[in-house]
């Protein structure tokens, strides 16, 4: 039997991909092993947020290749959709598919294994003959949203599910327009049968998630957003998703803040199985440097989407990104950010440094900041962001909630059944006879480690 094994980078669009692509494999006859093992086949799906995500993409291919000096080696989307001709020159890489081609996967290495079996059997060699074969379209131009499909995932109880494809903001800083494409949306039928496949195989709650999902049903030919045309796509399908028997839980991945209108949130209520858990991407509280980022909103207008959300649900997670040492930010835009981050009180922060990413116009922009500076300021959001869990966390002392049990964990010697409640909060619970993925009411209590909450459990 032959074997393959994955490796994923990135964000959770990848996951989604390498578990289709496994799937794919599977029905293929294929038997799936770790990365760290040999296998006869190895798929990297890349990343390429970052410089360094172009260099981790890299490290594992080559990686792959001292596993197995014979096998496939196969580099896999947003890396090689950015960077197809230097893998080209790359002799450890046999395969490169770039994105809209990963449902080819299977098909495509069983032509290199058929064609290099017969090359061999040709001369007699021993081993396989080296050949690269390509599958790269040109991303910018195709409107054909890629159907992938999953039974199941990674996750024992949380599924992540793919909704759309694609991204036609431009933020000055960001390459995945370039490696994503433009906005192409999934079906809403589709995605209705492949989440009552996953309910019928006992997942209870799914993560819509995508590269932009707030451009869901975006016409391709239409690249700036209406807000009156485009929020309705998706909030119809939270809807229809609600209707499914046996779903649960409903999260939403990153959101785009001008899709949280008042239409759209007081529907969005009206879903139960909503989780008020809302990422809403902001990157600066700077308005001077959101401009700069291309972002299409203020803060004045980020702040208003955030008292709706407080307006409709009962202490919803309100968590985001922020950007450090974006090029030209000064100490006074700094400061003035951290002020805007302070006065919305997140529930929590993801705090990152800018990295320079060739190929995107802030990598051009002049006053590019000191490392050493976006050092301290990473350090003094990562404080801000301590402070805001903590009193995100007191609002929740001694109240109930519902767990999601995931996995048992191991704390001081003791065992618990750890999981999250619909806002996300990680929590912990005693119970000899709980099992992984069922939903136990628990009072939250103020005492904690770094990880977790610790809960009692209600009878």
């Known amino acids: 039997m032959k074997s393959v094994a994955f490796c994923t980078l990135g964000c959770k669009v990848n996951q989604y991909e390498t578990d289709a692509m496994e799937e794919m494999f599977l029905a293929a006859g294929y038997q799936v092993r770790s990365f760290k093992d040999k296998a006869d086949v190895y798929v990297v799906n890349t990343c390429t947020v970052t410089n360094i995500a172009d260099r981790k ?13 014979e096998g496939i080696i196969a580099a896999v989307g947003c890396y090689v959709q950015a960077a197809a001709d230097r893998l080209k020159e790359d002799p450890d890489i046999d395969l490169i598919v770039g994105n809209n081609k990963k449902s080819e996967i299977v098909t495509l290495v069983e032509a290199l294994l058929h064609e290099r079996d017969q090359k061999d ?13 390509e599958a790269v379209i040109d991303i910018n131009h195709t409107k054909e949203y890629e159907s992938l499909h999953v039974s199941r995932v990674c996750e024992h109880t949380r599924a992540y599910i793919k909704i759309q494809d694609g991204c036609n903001q431009f933020c000055s800083y960001c390459i995945i327009p370039y490696a994503r494409g433009r906005v192409r949306s999934r079906s809403m039928e589709d995605i209705l049968s492949e989440v009552r ?9 799914i993560v819509l998630t995508g590269i932009h999902i707030s451009s869901y049903g975006l016409d391709f030919a239409r690249k700036e957003y209406n807000q009156e045309q485009d929020d309705e796509h998706l909030i119809r399908l939270i809807e229809a998703l609600g209707e499914i028997p046996g779903l649960e839980r409903i999260r939403l991945g990153s959101l785009e803040p001008r899709i949280i209108t008042r239409d759209f949130v007081e529907r969005l209520c009206q879903v139960p199985q909503i989780c008020p858990h809302f990422h809403l991407s902001l990157q600066s509280g700077c308005d001077t440097v959101l401009a700069r980022m291309n972002r299409k909103y203020t803060t004045a207008q980020y702040e208003a989407c955030c008292d709706l959300l407080r307006r409709y649900f009962c202490d919803p997670a309100i968590t985001t990104d922020v950007i450090v040492g974006f090029p030209g930010e000064t100490r006074e835009e ?7 981050l302070r006065r919305i009180a997140f529930a929590e922060m993801h705090v990152f440094k800018y990295s320079r990413r060739e190929g995107t116009r802030a990598a051009t922009m002049k006053d590019q900041v000191d490392e050493a500076v976006k050092n301290e300021r990473s350090a003094c959001l990562l404080d801000e962001n301590r402070k805001m869990k903590d009193a995100f966390l007191k609002k929740w002392q001694g109240r109930e909630a519902k767990l999601l049990l995931e996995e048992k964990v191991v704390i001081d010697g003791t065992e618990y059944m750890s999981g999250h409640t619909k806002e996300y909060i990680r929590g912990v619970v005693k119970g000899s006879d709980l099992a992984a993925n069922t939903v136990i009411p628990v009072k939250l209590s103020l005492r904690l480690n770094e990880e977790y909450v610790f809960c009692e459990r209600i009878d």
Request: aromatic residues 8%; glycine residues 16%; proline residues 2%.
């Open 197 to 205: 496949t996953l309910v019928k195989g006992g997942y209870k709650e």
């Open 57 to 69: 993409s890299r490290q594992m291919l080559h990686r792959a290749r001292k596993l197995n000096p």
């Open 121 to 133: 059997g040709a001369s007699g060699a021993m081993g396989l003959s080296k050949g690269q074969q």
């Open 334 to 340: 700094f400061e003035e950010g951290a002020a805007f």
